[in-house]
């Protein structure tokens, strides 16, 4: 360590993942206005926040596979805070938006419409927030992994597009915040994902099921049809869980 370097602690490695799964891979360097925000709140230099993202992307199994390295020189702790992230997102999520709350000075997570719940108290309102805050978290990560850009049809519009869960919400508590459990696509083909209509096999291949393909050239063959077979847009990191995809394939999908 260099003269007047300080050690990072547990917290501010939380902090700077939080900030890791809500940024694009691409966007990552110190002049990043939510890095340099960042670097201002735990009083350290953006360039230093690059860095340990950097740090980070070395740890990433979605990285490592497409040949990324990352930057080097991890330490104990990161690798350690890492760990324990990514095998407990739902405790993780929660204890990050509570510390950055904190470091920023406000009595609770800002997520979406928490202000519409001014007459909630107590344990339900704690439960509102919580909910919002990891739905938000969610979305973040996942439009980030993808560039904000549906993996079925290329659409890069915000407002279109659902973060959506490969093994439901509803099944999988464990895996409810896990980014590899999900893929950003289009309203359309949301509810065709989840109707069991279409699927993306563990090559991440898009089927479309016979009930749609019976109709060749119906209206839905241009939404539809047109897509089998095809490789999906991949994400620059958080890859979908084969095994999620394969519950998919066997369990939800219409052949």
């Known amino acids: 360590m260099k003269s007047g370097q300080r050690l990072w ?21 110190q002049h ?32 490592q596979a497409r040949g990324i390295k990352g930057a080097a020189n991890t330490s104990k702790l990161d690798r350690e805070t ?20 904190k470091y920023k000075g406000l009595p609770e997570p800002v997520s979406e419409n928490i202000a519409d719940d001014k007459e909630l108290i107590g344990q339900t309102r704690e439960q509102v927030i919580q909910a919002r805050v990891n739905q938000s978290f969610f979305r973040k990560s996942i439009l980030a992994a993808y560039n904000t850009t549906c993996c079925i049809t290329g659409l890069q519009h915000p407002e279109l597009l659902v973060a959506s869960h490969i093994r439901p919400w509803a099944m999988d508590e464990g895996n409810r915040l896990n980014p590899r459990n999900g893929i950003a696509i289009n309203a359309l083909h949301d509810k065709a994902f989840e109707a069991g209509l279409m699927t993306i096999d563990t090559d991440y291949r898009i089927r479309i099921s016979s009930k ?34 394969m519950y998919h394939n066997t369990e939800r999908f219409i052949p």
């Open 82 to 101: 890492w760990m324990a992230f990514f095998n407990n997102w739902d405790a993780l999520i929660i204890e990050s938006e509570l510390l950055l709350a």
């Open 212 to 245: 749609i393909k019976k109709d060749p050239h119906g209206p839905l063959s241009d939404y539809f049809t047109r897509f089998d077979h095809q490789l999906m847009i991949l994400p620059t990191r958080f890859l979908p869980d084969p095994a999620f995809l």
């Open 32 to 63: 990043n206005p939510e890095i340099i925000e960042l670097s201002g709140i735990i009083a350290r230099t953006p360039g230093s926040v690059a860095l340990k993202l950097g740090n980070f992307a070395s740890l990433d199994p979605s990285l």
């Open 9 to 29: 602690t547990r917290e501010e490695l939380i902090l700077a993942i939080n900030l890791y799964c809500k940024l694009p891979f691409g966007k990552m360097h």
